[in-house]
């Protein structure tokens, strides 16, 4: 069989080479790639949140370009398209608040109250069958939810929430905001002005217990987002899966690291930059005969949307192939490529393959016969948080996986993430190495592409938790438990949670006394302890309840 690697056919263009996007000329170019970076990271992208108008067009791009590169589609029904619902953030609803029956002006709520109605006296001591008084005077949410579940568990039958005027004066808002407080809880909340509650604070302190009405609204809804999917077959079954994440942050919210800044997210490096080098990459091998020929192994290149909401669309697409999944060989995952200091990329879970390393090596001896100077920087043992990327998805289903990763900067998570300060030469680079890899691991024993689990981590993973305790359970973002908790779907070698016996599809209802009903409370739960605590595990497995005694120990690397 003849192998034809990308590096040969691109030593005959410069890196600044210029073409026009498309399929017209196959080769990658440092021109191309910024093309599509400047289109996805535009402002009219609106930073490509999934399940909105926004990403579906990023969508729609992404499926021409695969179409112009002779790809053959491979999402549902003949289609380039693999839908899924992912959760919307959480809106307020109509709110209300009667004291003694004159109505309460400027009434809110909290994202993570319950939606209903209540007719009881108002109270902050004794609050079995009363409504809560609740002081929200810190910036720690975690506190405030704590108070709302021993209130709730005392009985309360719903929550007033407000801030001090003495707290006020040190600092503090006005009125708690709506996303202050997020997950869901079991109690209708309301907040209101600082003033008003003052008032109230007041009057419950001198143990009076006003007669209160109040109405909490919070609506909760899903979209519909897409995974885009295109194939170039092999003449078997069997298949590589490069892929990026093409999903951003939009206006930005609770994963955006420009706190209480509403502003295009526009996500250039994150992860536009990947998304062009997968578009590149299909092109170049759509449009010539790169690989081994003739090719027994296909490649399916995939863009998964719904990353930064918790890996939905790749975990989505494992649970349900458009290929067969027994015949994925293994998967390469781009995510933040644009940007590596000193000419240096990260390849992280190379111990996941025996395969993985010597086609490494010979991508880097390549690399230096051509004259490229990109160093592949492979990674010893886990990445922390694994990587917190769409390789994970396939790593938990026994699926070798490596991760390209050019390293976190300033700019990471926040509107200045734009086109203008991505190295294009530098990602050009990328996909030649990306390329060569795919030729290796077309031409690789499938006995050495057998998946191998990860040894433990060096440090942390992609996990919920507060600093200070390691539990290692990966939350399964996608999952909605009948009855509440938090599923997870995997956790990392070595952890509390795997020596515990915790298994993929367990839903954790308690841990120690905390009941968890998502997965705020879990994180909760865990600022509670230090390492060498031993707590009780409650979760749901087969529909049976099981309790297992989880000991903390130490992080790797902490």
Same mark, same amino acid.
């Given at each position: 069989?003849?192998?034809?690697?990308?590096?040969?056919?691109?030593?005959?263009?410069?890196?600044?080479?210029?073409?026009?996007?498309?399929? %017209?000329?196959?080769?990658?170019?440092?021109?191309?790639?910024?093309?599509?970076?400047?289109?996805?990271?535009?402002?009219?992208?609106?930073?490509?949140?999934?399940?909105?108008?926004?990403?579906?067009?990023?969508?729609?791009?992404?499926?021409?370009?695969?179409?112009?590169?002779?790809?053959?589609?491979?999402?549902?029904?003949?289609?380039?398209?693999?839908?899924?619902?992912?959760?919307?953030?959480?809106?307020?609803?109509?709110?209300?608040?009667?004291?003694?029956?004159?109505?309460?002006?400027?009434?809110?709520?909290?994202?993570?109250?319950?939606?209903?109605?209540?007719?009881?006296?108002?109270?902050?001591?004794?609050?079995?069958?009363?409504?809560?008084?609740?002081?929200?005077?810190?910036?720690?949410?975690?506190?405030?939810?704590?108070?709302?579940?021993?209130?709730?568990?005392?009985?309360?039958?719903?929550?007033?929430?407000?801030?001090?005027?003495?707290?006020?004066?040190?600092?503090?808002?006005?009125?708690?905001?709506?996303? +202050?407080?997020?997950?869901?809880?079991?109690?209708?909340? /309301?907040?209101?002005?600082?003033?008003?509650?003052?008032?109230?604070?007041?009057?419950?302190?001198?143990?009076?217990?006003?007669?209160?009405?109040?109405?909490?609204?919070?609506?909760?809804?899903?979209?519909?987002?897409?995974?885009?999917?295109?194939?170039?077959?092999?003449?078997?079954?069997?298949?590589?899966?490069?892929?990026?994440?093409?999903?951003?942050?939009?206006?930005?919210?609770?994963?955006?690291?420009?706190?209480?800044?509403?502003?295009?997210?526009?996500?250039?490096?994150?992860?536009?930059?990947?998304?062009?080098?997968?578009?590149?990459?299909?092109?170049?091998?759509?449009?010539?005969?790169?690989?081994?020929?003739?090719?027994?192994?296909?490649?399916?290149?995939?863009?998964?949307?719904?990353?930064?909401?918790?890996?939905?669309?790749?975990?989505?697409?494992?649970?349900?192939?458009?290929?067969?999944?027994?015949?994925?060989?293994?998967?390469?995952?781009?995510?933040?490529?644009?940007?590596?200091?000193?000419?240096?990329?990260? /390849?992280?879970?190379?111990?996941?393959?025996?395969?993985?390393?010597?086609?490494?090596?010979?991508?880097?001896?390549?690399?230096?016969?051509?004259?490229?100077?990109?160093?592949?920087?492979?990674?010893?043992?886990?990445?922390?948080?694994?990587?917190?990327?769409?390789?994970?998805? +396939?790593?938990?289903?026994?699926?070798?996986?490596?991760?390209?990763?050019?390293?976190?900067?300033?700019?990471?998570?926040?509107?200045?993430? %734009?086109?203008?300060?991505?190295?294009?030469?530098?990602?050009?680079?990328?996909?030649?190495?990306?390329?060569?890899?795919?030729?290796?691991?077309?031409?690789?024993?499938?006995?050495?592409?057998?998946?191998?689990?990860?040894?433990?981590?060096?440090?942390?993973?992609?996990?919920?938790?507060?600093?200070?305790?390691?539990?290692?359970?990966?939350?399964?973002?996608?999952?909605?438990?009948?009855?509440?908790?938090?599923?997870?779907?995997?956790?990392?070698?070595?952890?509390?949670?795997?020596?515990?016996?915790?298994?993929?599809?367990?839903?954790?209802?308690?841990?120690?006394?905390?009941?968890?009903?998502?997965?705020?409370?879990?994180?909760?739960?865990?600022?509670?302890?230090?390492?060498?605590?031993?707590?009780?595990?409650?979760?749901?497995?087969?529909?049976?309840?099981?309790?297992?005694?989880?000991?903390?120990?130490?992080?790797?690397?902490?």
């Amino acid at each position: 069989m003849i192998r034809v690697g990308l590096l040969a056919l691109l030593l005959i263009l410069p890196a600044c080479a210029t073409a026009a996007v498309g399929a %017209d000329n196959p080769a990658v170019t440092a021109a191309e790639l910024r093309a599509h970076v400047e289109w996805l990271a535009d402002d009219a992208r609106e930073g490509r949140r999934a399940g909105t108008a926004a990403e579906r067009i990023a969508a729609a791009y992404v499926a021409q370009q695969f179409a112009r590169a002779g790809l053959q589609p491979a999402g549902e029904a003949g289609g380039w398209y693999q839908e899924f619902d992912v959760p919307l953030p959480a809106q307020p609803g109509a709110c209300s608040l009667t004291v003694e029956g004159r109505p309460v002006a400027g009434v809110g709520t909290l994202a993570c109250s319950a939606t209903g109605t209540v007719r009881a006296p108002l109270a902050s001591g004794e609050v079995r069958g009363a409504i809560a008084l609740l002081r929200a005077g810190t910036n720690d949410a975690g506190a405030l939810r704590s108070a709302i579940r021993a209130a709730a568990d005392q009985g309360a039958v719903g929550a007033v929430v407000g801030i001090h005027a003495n707290d006020v004066a040190a600092g503090a808002p006005d009125t708690p905001a709506f996303d +202050f407080a997020r997950g869901e809880l079991a109690l209708p909340l /309301v907040t209101v002005a600082s003033a008003d509650f003052t008032i109230l604070w007041t009057r419950t302190g001198a143990g009076e217990r006003p007669d209160a009405a109040l109405g909490a609204a919070v609506q909760r809804s899903t979209a519909r987002s897409r995974n885009v999917l295109g194939l170039l077959p092999g003449s078997g079954p069997d298949v590589l899966v490069v892929g990026a994440h093409f999903d951003h942050l939009g206006w930005g919210g609770e994963d955006s690291l420009a706190p209480g800044e509403r502003a295009i997210h526009n996500g250039a490096d994150d992860n536009a930059s990947g998304t062009a080098v997968l578009i590149e990459l299909a092109e170049e091998w759509g449009g010539s005969e790169v690989g081994v020929q003739p090719p027994e192994v296909g490649v399916l290149f995939a863009a998964w949307s719904a990353e930064e909401l918790g890996l939905l669309g790749s975990a989505h697409w494992v649970k349900n192939p458009t290929v067969d999944l027994a015949c994925v060989r293994a998967n390469v995952n781009l995510d933040m490529v644009g940007r590596a200091a000193g000419g240096r990329i990260t /390849v992280g879970s190379a111990e996941t393959a025996s395969a993985f390393r010597p086609a490494l090596d010979a991508v880097q001896a390549s690399l230096r016969e051509g004259g490229i100077g990109l160093e592949l920087a492979v990674a010893e043992g886990q990445l922390p948080g694994g990587g917190g990327s769409d390789h994970m998805s +396939f790593q938990q289903a026994g699926i070798p996986a490596l991760f390209f990763f050019s390293g976190l900067h300033a700019d990471y998570h926040k509107p200045s993430d %734009d086109a203008e300060k991505l190295d294009y030469a530098l990602m050009r680079e990328v996909a030649v190495a990306v390329s060569e890899l795919l030729v290796q691991l077309q031409d690789a024993e499938p006995a050495a592409l057998a998946f191998l689990k990860p040894a433990e981590p060096a440090g942390g993973e992609r996990e919920a938790r507060r600093p200070g305790v390691w539990f290692g359970s990966i939350p399964d973002y996608a999952a909605a438990p009948e009855g509440g908790g938090m599923q997870i779907a995997g956790t990392s070698p070595g952890s509390p949670a795997e020596k515990a016996g915790l298994q993929a599809g367990d839903v954790i209802r308690k841990l120690g006394d905390v009941a968890i009903g998502d997965i705020y409370d879990f994180m909760d739960a865990l600022g509670q302890f230090k390492t060498g605590d031993t707590v009780a595990v409650e979760f749901v497995r087969g529909g049976a309840i099981r309790i297992v005694p989880l000991t903390f120990i130490p992080r790797p690397g902490a």
